[in-house]
């Protein structure tokens, strides 16, 4: 068998094989298995922990939410108040996300994407401080440790 028909092959078995991952994880929810990854050296799997998975992600759209209302009021028509309210919102929405514990490693690396792809977000954990002077990075770098592993002194993923 030639190398294209060999590799044709090799990616119908991993089409054929992702599809009966994903109907068995559909047809059984309650394996409360997240997301399957599969590497050359093997399959990752990851495990939805209830109340943890649900609550940077609605932070993630908090803040997303209180910049789309804030950028909506910004200059329209000199109305200062509606600005400052809707920048207040942001302001807390920005706080709750920065300051918000990881429990996991896939909440860090959840964290860095956002900030990553949000500009107004890495501008504020830049150049902003808390009303104890704290630099948002900082805050930012102590969300992001795990907790300690009481057994190992390592921290738990």
Same mark, same amino acid.
């Given at each position: 068998?030639?190398?294209?028909?060999?590799?044709?092959?090799a990616l119908q078995r991993l089409?054929?094989?992702?599809?009966?991952?994903?109907h068995i994880l559909n047809e059984n929810p309650e394996l409360a298995i997240e997301r399957v990854s599969i590497y050359e050296?093997?399959?990752?799997?990851?495990?939805?922990?209830?109340?943890f998975s649900d609550v940077l992600p609605a932070l993630?759209?908090?803040h997303s939410e209180a910049f789309a209302a804030w950028t909506a009021n910004v200059g329209l028509a000199g109305d200062l108040v509606a600005e400052a309210e809707a920048f207040k919102r942001l302001e807390c929405a920005e706080l709750e996300f920065i300051t918000h514990?990881?429990?996991s490693a896939h909440e860090v690396q959840m964290k860095l994407a956002y900030v990553a792809e949000c500009r107004s977000m890495a501008d504020s954990i830049h150049g902003?401080?808390?009303?104890? &002077? #704290?630099?948002?990075?900082?805050?930012?770098?102590?969300?992001l440790r795990l907790p300690?592993?009481? &057994? #190992?002194g390592r921290a738990t993923a």
């Open positions: 068998m030639n190398r294209s028909v060999k590799a044709q092959t089409d054929a094989l992702s599809k009966e991952v994903a050296h093997g399959v990752h799997t990851i495990y939805q922990i209830p109340g993630i759209r908090g514990k990881c429990r902003e401080v808390d009303a104890n &002077g #704290t630099p948002y990075q900082t805050l930012l770098l102590d969300s300690a592993d009481t &057994g #190992t």
